[in-house]
């Protein structure tokens, strides 16, 4: 395949058109934002390699022709973010593409309309730059009234990152990839989901909002609570077996994404390695305390090494796909407990709110709402065991089709 095909190919994949040309703005809407599993699985496949090589500078002569700017702002901008998702990697080409903007080329004139929502808007927006941001909403007062007006969503977005960074100077949801201490102002931002840029947009109907499905974050809760249930038994002094690594490969891609998910609630500083404190602060979230002998022990296990730093995906992936022996109503039950502060007999959406903020404090307040709701089956406020029993066996049953499709 030569260069302008090949640029072609990622152009095509990212702007979907219909028979006549046109393009299809909700599924367009739904690619973009949607942070699909399969979809990234497929950009992995497709363009990793062209992904890998633009960021390290390979690709940086496309810039010559708008096309070839707009293949490799896909390729730097847009695909590490579905790539390298729940990692601070997501972010790696920002910078490289922010060079895009100022390449020469007069946008709004050489590119189509929905095409300058990437370049030059996209590419701004992303950055942690006031200038930037009142670049990004100049050029899309431009630009709005050629687009169609499913796309107008993006001058909610743009304004409300511009808001974002005059207040805060940063994106606070990044500071969990970056390492950074997030502000007060900060987290009251991040717990507004219609400031949440970073969730899933979910179409439904004709609303479009962003993010995460109640279901899929009752899913995510159970994971975590797989994962650190193993630790926990890990820190027990009378074990005598550890876990080895398992390569990725061996896994499906539907279970590599599930489990770097959970990884990423554990990863609290976003350098893709569990380390003590790490395991530390997730084991006390979950109400257990432990010496810091016995949290050595644990990564020993895992790691088959003497005084071992951390954890690395592939040592957690062989951690939570190792099979629990214990009886699955009797672990639910104990997991029960952990959100039933001061043993109610039920759960509260306090409790919940509690518990999920303690595991991963990007899930919004509105969020847990949600997940309430789901739960609640009599809508008397209280979520009782039967419910929770219920809501896991479900999640259970999504898991091993998801597993059969594969």
Request: with cysteine.
């Amino acid at each position: 395949m030569d260069l302008i095909q090949t640029q072609q190919e990622i152009i095509s994949f990212m702007f979907l058109r219909d028979e006549t040309g046109a393009v299809k703005v909700i599924d367009c809407l739904k690619l973009w934002f949607g942070k699909d599993n399969d979809t990234d699985n497929t950009i992995r496949d497709r363009f990793g390699v062209l992904v890998e090589r633009a960021l390290a500078g390979e690709l940086d002569s496309w810039m010559e022709t708008p096309q070839g700017a707009l293949a490799l702002m896909i390729l730097i901008d847009q695909f590490p973010r579905n790539i390298y998702r729940f990692t601070k990697e997501s972010f790696a080409g920002d910078e490289r593409a922010r060079r895009i903007v100022s390449c020469g080329h007069d946008w709004l004139a050489v590119l189509r309309p929905e095409e300058c929502i990437f370049v030059p808007c996209l590419i701004l927006t992303h950055q942690e730059n006031l200038a930037d941001q009142e670049m990004c909403v100049d050029f899309f007062g431009r630009l709005e009234p050629k687009l169609q007006s499913e796309f107008r969503i993006f001058r909610l977005i743009f304004e409300e990152h511009l808001k974002i960074i005059d207040l805060v100077g940063t994106f606070p949801h990044r500071d969990h990839y970056y390492g950074r201490p997030t502000s007060e102002l900060g987290r009251k931002l991040l717990d507004n989901p219609a400031l949440r840029f970073d969730l899933p947009l979910i179409v439904d109907g004709g609303s479009v909002h962003f993010g995460y499905d109640p279901m899929k974050l009752w899913a995510a809760t159970e994971h975590a609570f797989d994962a650190v249930e193993r630790l926990d038994e890990l820190t027990h002094e009378h074990l005598e077996h550890g876990f080895g690594s398992l390569a990725p490969s061996w896994l499906s891609p539907h279970q590599i994404a599930q489990i770097k998910e959970t990884f990423r609630e554990f990863d609290r500083n976003g350098d893709n390695i569990l380390d003590i404190d790490e395991l530390t602060e997730v084991l006390a979230s979950f109400k257990r305390h432990y010496p810091r002998a016995r949290l050595q022990l644990a990564l020993d296990r895992i790691t088959g090494e003497t005084g071992a730093t951390g954890i690395h995906f592939d040592q957690f992936a062989a951690l939570v796909r190792t099979d629990m022996s214990d009886h699955w109503e009797r672990r639910l039950r104990r997991r029960f407990s952990l959100f039933d502060h001061g043993g109610k007999g039920y759960l509260s959406e306090e409790d919940l709110l509690s518990c999920i903020h303690g595991m991963d404090d990007l899930v919004t307040t509105a969020e847990v709402d949600e997940m309430m709701k789901l739960a609640d089956s009599d809508h008397d406020g209280k979520i009782k065991f039967e419910d929770f029993l219920r809501l896991m066996r479900t999640v259970a049953d999504i898991d091993k089709e998801e597993a059969n499709a594969e």
